[in-house]
Every structure is written in C-alpha cells, then in structure tokens.
C-alpha cells in the first residue's frame, strides 16, 4: 500500500482590501488542485468577506461557502486557518514547507508592512519569510489611486523579490461577471505559482 503523495503546500493571506471575490476564487481553485492551504485572515479580511460576499462567506463557515459557491471539488484540497496573532504558526519559521505566498488582496497597510520587513504580523512574517527564503511570493495589492509612498512601497516589495500583481482583470476576454474577472486573477496567480488550470481561455485560443 503506497502513502499519498505530499500536498502542494500554499501560504494565502486574506487583507482588509476591496476584493474578497479574488480570495475565494483563488483559495478554491488552489483546493480543486489538491493543494494544502496555510490560511491567514486579517481581521480587516474578515470584514471584508462578510462586508461584499455576505454572511455565509464568514471565515467560520468558509469551507461551506466555497462548497456551495464553487463545487464539490474543493473538498480536494485542505486548509489550516491560523490567526493572524500568532507569530508562532509553523509559516512563521523559515523551516516550513510552503513553496509559495499569495496575498489576495493586499491593502496599503499590510504592502506597506511587507515592504518594510515589520513582521508585526503572521501575514508580514510569513511575507519576510518567503523574500528571505527566496521563495515565491505573489502582493495583490488594491487600492486607486495610489500615493506615492504606496508606489513605493510597491517598487520596495518587487526589489525584494516579490512578484507584485495588482488586482487588475483585463476585458479582453469579454468578462460578463463578477466571477470572470476573478477566474481571471486567480488564473493569473495559478500561473504565477506554476499550477496549471482553465481558468480562462488563453489569448488566441
Ligand atoms: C469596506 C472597506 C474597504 C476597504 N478597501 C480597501 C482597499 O481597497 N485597499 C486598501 O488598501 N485598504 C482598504 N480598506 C482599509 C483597510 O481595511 C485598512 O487599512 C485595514 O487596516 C487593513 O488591515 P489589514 O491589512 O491588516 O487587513 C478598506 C476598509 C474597509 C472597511
């Protein structure tokens, strides 16, 4: 009898920005592709859930939800929720197994953290962790327009090594929903990591 093969593990890292359509779509397809998620929601993420995709969208009831919005097949996948209090979670330490972090959507405040090494935070700590590990790190920051600081703060992310990708679905693909913008960005942060999906039609195709 042969042991299951290791989960692909990915750090996620929910922020009180606009968005939160993305970070479902993106925990889900991750979970459809078996992935084990290391799961971070700021309390402002929380709000944020709840505040665009109501109630039943609660972090409490997150697996429910996206069962019910996105299929059975999420069930393939797991995820461990952590606070983001607790600087002692495993994805605190450089000795963890997350090959990449995606923070879907990033607000100001927690770029502006990352950009700056604060680790005040799991989600800053986790961020620091991967810019020194070399490891993959994908910033969705949201916000317009942006100051100059959080211009900034962005080019210091991307100096660090840090993929930055701002919440910005292109229409090219004659988006008709909420859910074909967001297919497109969690497609895009699919791509970024390397796992292969269908989230949308490639150009030309
Ligand atoms: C309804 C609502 C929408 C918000 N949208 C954004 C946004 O799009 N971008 C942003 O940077 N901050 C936004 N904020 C502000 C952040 O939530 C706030 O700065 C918070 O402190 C971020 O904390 P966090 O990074 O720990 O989640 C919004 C707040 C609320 C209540």
């Known amino acids: 009898m042969s042991a299951d093969p290791p989960r692909d593990s990915i750090a996620v890292a929910i922020t009180g ?7 479902t779509r993106t925990v889900a397809a991750l979970l459809e592709r078996g992935c084990h998620i290391e799961l971070i929601v700021t309390e402002y993420g929380r709000r944020l859930l709840r505040d665009e995709l109501g109630e039943s969208a609660a972090v409490e009831k997150l697996a429910g939800y996206l069962a019910g919005r996105y299929g059975d097949g999420v069930r393939r ?7 983001n209090r607790d600087l002692g979670a495993r994805i605190a330490s450089g000795s963890q197994d997350c090959r990449a972090m995606v923070v879907v959507p990033c607000s100001m405040k927690t770029l502006a953290g990352i950009a700056h090494g604060l680790s005040r935070t799991l989600t800053e700590r986790a961020a620091d962790v991967m810019l020194k590990e070399r490891r993959t790190l994908i ?32 229409f090219y693909q004659m988006p008709r929903t909420l859910d074909d913008l967001a297919d497109f960005m969690a497609g895009k942060i699919l791509s970024a990591i390397g796992i292969s999906h269908e989230l949308y039609p490639r150009w030309g195709s």
Request: proline content about 11%; overall charge neutral; hydrophobic content about 50%.
């Open 17 to 23: 920005a606009s968005g939160a359509l993305y970070a």
């Open 139 to 170: 910033i969705v920051p949201r916000e317009t327009p942006m100051s100059l600081p959080q211009l900034r703060n962005m080019v210091l992310c991307a100096e660090a090594g840090a993929m930055v990708m701002p919440a910005m679905p292109a």
């Open 77 to 83: 996948g797991t995820f461990t929720l952590h606070s």
